[in-house]
């Protein structure tokens, strides 16, 4: 057992002297598979992703410009937070933008079922922004966050696409007032 410990210390003074002699500190495996998921991405002209921190590829930016739906015209912006226990465990992604939608609440809380209970380590981070894109095409009033959204869109859609529209341009919807997000 002492010689667990003195091993681990050890480890630890090598670490410490690989960052003071600025070599590079271990490549953990959720940034393994994050970086093959990226590098196999082909995303359409309509999005784009945009690392804040180069060094810090577990931590990007994902931008959603719809060309057609409801939301279309928009910009939207997507913070991803992948965690070392990716795959086992999906990214947590919140939309920067505080957005009329029925599956996006106004604190930028997403429901996506694959972000939640569907999510599986063979999903990758593709899986997601497809999912994403897809909410903008069809928005799910079956399994919402925002209720009031998910309402309009059951019961008036007509109002509902009024409502998005009002909601882009900045507008207030209901008393609450939105996020101007058109290009």
Known sequence: MLKIWSMKKEQQKADQADVVSGKKKKVTA???RVQKDLDELSLPSTMKTEFPDPDNILKFVLTIEPDEGMYKSGRFTFNFDVGQNFPHEPPKVTCNEKIYHPNIDLQGKVCLNILRED????????AVIVGL???FLEPNASDPLNKDAADDLRNN?????????????GGQV????????LK
Request: hydrophobic share 40%; glycine share 8%; charged share 30%.
């Open 133 to 135: 894109q897809f909410l």
């Open 30 to 32: 959720a940034q393994l």
């Open 157 to 169: 859609r007509e109002g509902f696409k009024r409502n998005v529209r009002t909601s882009m341009g």
């Open 119 to 126: 999510w599986k380590p063979v999903l990758n981070l593709n």
């Open 174 to 181: 209901r008393g609450e007032a939105f996020d101007r997000v």
